[in-house]
């Protein structure tokens, strides 16, 4: 089994001993995405809806990087520190689909990396 590294600029690079996403053969694992902004390194958490977007965008440009996107998404866990805020990450996670939503599953947490409220990870197929 061979696999391909794959890292962007466009994503916050890793806060740990990992990758932001592995490719082996046609599917992608792309590990837990948190709100970090790329651009400044600072997190981008003002309320909920803005720390979901920021999520979704870094796993989009890890899907680009891969010549993948949101079409090609089969699974996605979703963690977050409180349910009473699943409905709002709920409605910007949906915007991200155009149909046929992957399977997921979505557990609260005691706690995530530098105590965001959210953190998404996601397998891709090409």
Do not use: W
């Not at 794959?6 to 001993?17: C, H, L, Q, S, Y």
């Not at 970090?36 to 390194?41: E, F, Q, R």
């Not at 953190?119 to 090409?126: G, V």
């Amino acid at each position: 089994m061979s696999k391909t590294i794959i890292n962007t600029k466009m994503a916050p690079a890793p806060i740990g001993p990992y990758n932001q996403a592995v490719l082996t053969g046609n599917m992608l694992f792309i590990s837990g995405q948190i709100c970090i902004d790329p651009a400044t390194g600072e997190l981008k958490n003002k309320d909920i809806q803005e720390e979901t977007h920021q999520v979704m965008h870094n796993l989009k440009v890890i899907l680009n990087e891969a010549a993948m996107d949101f079409s090609n998404v089969v699974k996605t866990s979703i963690f977050i520190m409180d349910m009473h805020q699943f409905g709002a990450i709920n409605e910007v996670y949906g915007k991200y689909f155009e149909k046929d939503f992957p399977a997921r599953e979505t557990v609260q947490v005691a706690a995530l990396p530098k105590f965001v409220n959210v953190e998404i990870s996601m397998i891709a197929i090409k």
